[in-house]
C-alpha cells in the first residue's frame, strides 16, 4: 500500500474470539480495511502499508505505538515455523494475553499453517494435545511448581517457546529434564517479538554486538516505527539497538543482562540480573526479583521480592557469601506474586513504590 496514505487503526478488544481476530488480522494483512490495534493506543491513522499497531510501555514506561507492516508480521511468522520444522495443519496453543505481540504471532503463525491456535487463555479442564506453544517464564516456573494440567501440556508438545523475559538457566534445564522441549526466545516487540532461537537467528534476521557491548538486530522482521513518536525510533544503517548486553559464542547470542540492571549501592556495581541467577540456582522452587530503591544512605538501596518460603537470613548469608557483602539485600519482601510489566518481566518500577509507601 502507498506509505503516503493513511489508514484508520480499528482497536480490538483482547477479549475477542479468536476466529474473529484472525478474521481482523487477515483483512489487515492484505490491505483491506482499516489497521488492527490493540493495547493503548491514541492515534487514529496510520501510513497506508501499516497493519498493525501495538501499545506498548516496554522497560522504561513510557507508551510507544509501535507499528508493523504485513511484510514484517509475516516474515516473522514463516520464519519462526520454518525454524519450529511445523508443517501445514500444526496445531499451536494460545497462553498469552492478545495485548502483545507474543499472541498475534501464535495466530499468524497457525494462520500460516491453515489452522487456527486453541484459546487456553480460560480454558476449564484438562488441555488439548498440540503441536507448538508459546508461554513466558512465570508460566514454565508454574507448571513446573504445582500445576500439572500445564506441565502435561508442555511435555506433549513438539516444541514450547519460552520467552518475553530471561530464562534462568536452573529453570530451564529443570524443564527440559521434566521432558519439555523448550526453545528460548528473544526480542522484543520492535523486532515482532521472538527473533532469537536458542542463540540463533531465524530466517532474514542478523544480529550483531555494538562498540558499547549492546545487542543490535536487523532483518525483515523490524517493526516501521512509533506513530506517538517517530524520532525515538532511529536505526542505525538497519539495526536496532537494544538496551541488553551480549556476547557471542560459537557464533551464538548470549544476553549478559540489561545495560540498566545494575545499581549503584555505597560506592559498589550490583548486578540485578546477577542476583536474580545467583538465587535462582539455589532455590529453583522460589520466584526471587531484585530491584533498587533510592536511598540516602547507600544511594539505591538493594531489595528482594520473594514468592515462597525462604528464611529471610538464609538469603543474605548466601548472597554475602556467593557474590560478596554490598550483595546482602536491605530490605526482603514476601509477595503472593511478582507484579509484571507486559508477559513476562518483572515491573521493578512497582516494587520500588511498593516499598516506598510502606
Known amino acids: 500500500m502507498d506509505t503516503k496514505s493513511q489508514r484508520e487503526i480499528r482497536r480490538f478488544s483482547p477479549s475477542c474470539a479468536i476466529p474473529d481476530l484472525a478474521g481482523e488480522i487477515t483483512q489487515a494483512l492484505v490491505g483491506k480495511g482499516p489497521a488492527l490495534g490493540i493495547g493503548e493506543i491514541h492515534s487514529l491513522t ?13 522497560t522504561t514506561g513510557m507508551s510507544k505505538e509501535v507499528s508493523f507492516t504485513a511484510a514484517a508480521l509475516l516474515a ?40 487456527l491456535p486453541v484459546d487456553l487463555r480460560d480454558y476449564d479442564g484438562e488441555y488439548p494435545k498440540v503441536d507448538f506453544t508459546s508461554i513466558v517464564p512465570t508460566q514454565l516456573f508454574r507448571a513446573l511448581n504445582g500445576d500439572d494440567r500445564l506441565l502435561r501440556h508442555l511435555q506433549n508438545a513438539q516444541k514450547t517457546l519460552v520467552g518475553g523475559a530471561a530464562l534462568n538457566a536452573s529453570l530451564g534445564q529443570q524443564a527440559r529434564d521434566a521432558g519439555i522441549k523448550i526453545v528460548e526466545t ?33 532483518g525483515a522482521v523490524m517493526a516501521q516505527s512509533y506513530l506517538n513518536a517517530p524520532e525515538l525510533f532511529q536505526l542505525q544503517d538497519g539495526w536496532f539497538i537494544t538496551n541488553d548486553v551480549g556476547e557471542i559464542v560459537d557464533g551464538k547470542l548470549n544476553i549478559l543482562g540489561r545495560a540498566d540492571d545494575v545499581i549503584i ?7 540485578l540480573t546477577a542476583i536474580e541467577a545467583t538465587l535462582s540456582i539455589r532455590y529453583p522452587d522460589i520466584e526471587f526479583a531484585a530491584f533498587a530503591v533510592t536511598d540516602n544512605q547507600w544511594g539505591q538501596a538493594l531489595h528482594l521480592a520473594v514468592v515462597g518460603e525462604v528464611s529471610e537470613s538464609e538469603i543474605s ?29 518483572v515491573d521493578r518500577i512497582t516494587l520500588a513504590k511498593m516499598v516506598k509507601h510502606e
Not at 498493525?52 to 510501555?57: A, W
Request: with cysteine.
Open 265 to 271: 549501592s555505597g560506592g559498589e556495581n550490583i548486578s
Open 186 to 218: 528473544y526480542g522484543m516487540t520492535e523486532t515482532s517479538g521472538g527473533c532469537i532461537y536458542n542463540g540463533q537467528a531465524i530466517e532474514g534476521v542478523e544480529f550483531s554486538i555494538n562498540p558499547s557491548g549492546l545487542v543490535q538486530i536487523r
Open 46 to 58: 496510520c501510513p497506508g502499508n501499516i497493519a498493525l499497531v501495538i501499545g506498548t510501555s516496554g
Open 76 to 115: 516473522s511468522a514463516r520464519a519462526s515455523n520454518k525454524f519450529l520444522n511445523a508443517l501445514p495443519g500444526s496445531q499451536w496453543s494460545l497462553f498469552l494475553p492478545l495485548t502483545h505481540i507474543a499472541a498475534i504471532n501464535v495466530v499468524i503463525r497457525s494462520m500460516e499453517l491453515g489452522t
Open 317 to 345: 548469608h548466601f548472597l554475602e557469601a556467593a557474590l560478596g557483602a554490598a550483595s546482602k539485600p536491605k530490605g526482603i519482601h514476601h509477595l503472593d506474586s511478582l507484579p509484571l510489566l507486559g508477559i513476562g518481566k
